[in-house]
């Protein structure tokens, strides 16, 4: 059984508010628990819950607080796997810090569930709603971006580093922001780059460094982890070779400035690997080929196969002539045995997949299908919930009634009547608690069925930017209209002609099959 290890995070930002009823932090964290108890009854996950973080009397206005600090910490320390709580405002009100908070979360798998606000993250509708909030706080980062930028300029033209470590250098402690030169590892680079000049060859000096046991540096960073003490990758040998740092140079936004530090490779030296590496590129001309080519459809077009990610390739045909595919990365891989689908043209399907969008976004009654078939099910199940709450506050109703009688009947018949009618008045009251706690179960089945029912003013708005930018959009605004509106393409290969696809659009819970909307047939020829 998968167990979520959840923590509950409360807060108040003064002492009088702890003591009001409805927002204390004793009522968000009996709601929250309520929820946990729900989700134990109804969920094949056990839920435990394994701290509970009260902020009492502190500002949301930014994150200096301690138990938020420990609940970060917690988190960092993999004892955490999902945090509740009752309103997004609890955890800060600053858009700029619960944007930042939420990719520190994002970035460990961290699930967030706000009980007010009625998002999960776990779930793709509570993401969208929660892109949403993120969008106000971009404009934010860019401003903050833009003052930082500057900053950076000014001490690339003093010289000065911007952060990052070099092989070869070390931080000076005494001259903050000038590279201090490593005799150990300056030794490494010069035999890298010797090793370039006399195989020709980033990878053969890669092989060379990896066989003579050269390993990259082992350095601590701020936090205390230790980094590095791995083999070379070519990569990292490519950055090594390209790096203007060992001619005594800081490189800032696509500019060169004579840094402070000292030269660890001579230029005569550095220029001659450059050309080498810049010959090995032309004669790799193929490596260039996906950049004449934006593809649309990466990371949502799958394989309907084997269910695989299809990714972008290019190549040469025997006349020169570049071509573009997507093929699925199962059969990359493992080959045939894995998965007999090859290959779909990138124009093809990426015609294909636009056109359909653009059909669909000039029709509304579609869309209004779209949306009414999604909720169909839901609908009823709402019904179905609001007859059923009504008939047990009814039921409320009436064992109220026979409680207040019995009350009755104990104050005129005394003792003896209390005896003789108490386990019926207990029997009344477990009853009773019993209906309350279905009632509280409801209201967070309500919740989540309503989480699950389809936005139609989401889906108009998706589908008319697609719309009225279509006309005049490049390739890669184009990519970004895709992405915000198509949730997943499968491409169902028949033969090495044919095929069809099934697109699923934002917000849309299933691929639905055999359904018009979802599927179209494409026939292309290989040329």
Partial sequence: MDIVKCAIYTRVSSYRQADIEDGSLDAQEAKIKAYIEYENKHNSK????????????????????????????????????????????????SIKDFSSVWE?????????????????????IGRAMLSIILVFAQLEREQTGERTVATLQYRAEQGLRNGGRVIGYDIDPENKG??????????????????????????QTQRILQEKGYKMPVYESRRGKNHGGTAFNKQAIIRMLTNPAYIGKISWSGSLYDGKHKAIIDKRTFMKVQKLLDKNRVTRSNDKLPKLHVYLLK????????????????????????????????????????????????????????????????????????????NKNMDAKL?????????LFCQMQEIDKKLEKMVDSVE????????????????????????????????????????????????????????????????????????????????????????????????????????????????????
């Fill in 383 to 391: 019904k179905e919930h609001q007859s059923e709450k009504k008939r």
């Fill in 299 to 374: 990371g949502i077009l799958k394989c309907g196969k084997c269910g695989s990610m299809m990714v972008p390739k290019s190549g040469l045909n025997g006349s020169g002539k570049p071509y573009h595919y997507y093929q699925c990365t199962r059969n990359i891989h493992v080959g045939k045995s894995g998965c007999e689908a090859r290959y779909v043209p990138a124009k093809s399907i990426e015609d294909l997949v636009v056109e359909r969008v653009k059909e669909l976004s000039m029709d509304k009654k579609e869309i209004d299908q779209i949306i009414r078939k999604a």
């Fill in 412 to 527: 005129n018949g005394g003792v003896a009547a209390f005896k003789a009618i108490k386990n019926r008045m207990l029997n009344l009251e477990k009853e009773k608690e019993s209906i309350e706690t279905r009632l509280s179960d409801m209201s967070f089945e309500t919740d989540k069925l309503k989480e699950q029912c389809l936005s139609a003013e989401a889906m108009y708005d998706s589908f008319s930017s697609f719309k009225d930018v279509l006309k005049k959009a490049n390739k890669q605004e184009l990519k970004e209209l895709i992405y915000r509106i198509v949730e997943v393409v499968e491409w169902h290969e028949r033969d090495k002609a044919s095929g069809h696809c099934r697109i699923s659009y934002f917000e849309q819970p299933k691929l639905v099959a055999n359904d018009k909307l979802f599927a179209e047939s494409n026939n292309w020829l290989p040329d």
């Fill in 104 to 124: 520190n979360l994002q970035s460990k798998n961290i699930q967030l569930i706000s009980l007010n606000e009625k998002f999960d993250t776990s779930t793709a």
């Fill in 46 to 93: 056990k839920w435990e819950l394994v701290d509970i973080y009260r902020e009492e009397g502190r500002s949301g206005k930014n994150l200096k607080r301690p138990e938020f600090k420990r609940l970060m910490q917690d988190i960092d320390d993999k004892k955490i796997n999902a945090v509740l709580i009752w309103k997004i405002d609890r955890l800060t009100r």
């Fill in 178 to 203: 000038v590279f201090k030169i490593n005799k150990k590892d300056a030794e490494m680079v010069k035999k890298a780059f010797k090793l370039c000049i006399e195989t020709g060859s980033a990878g």
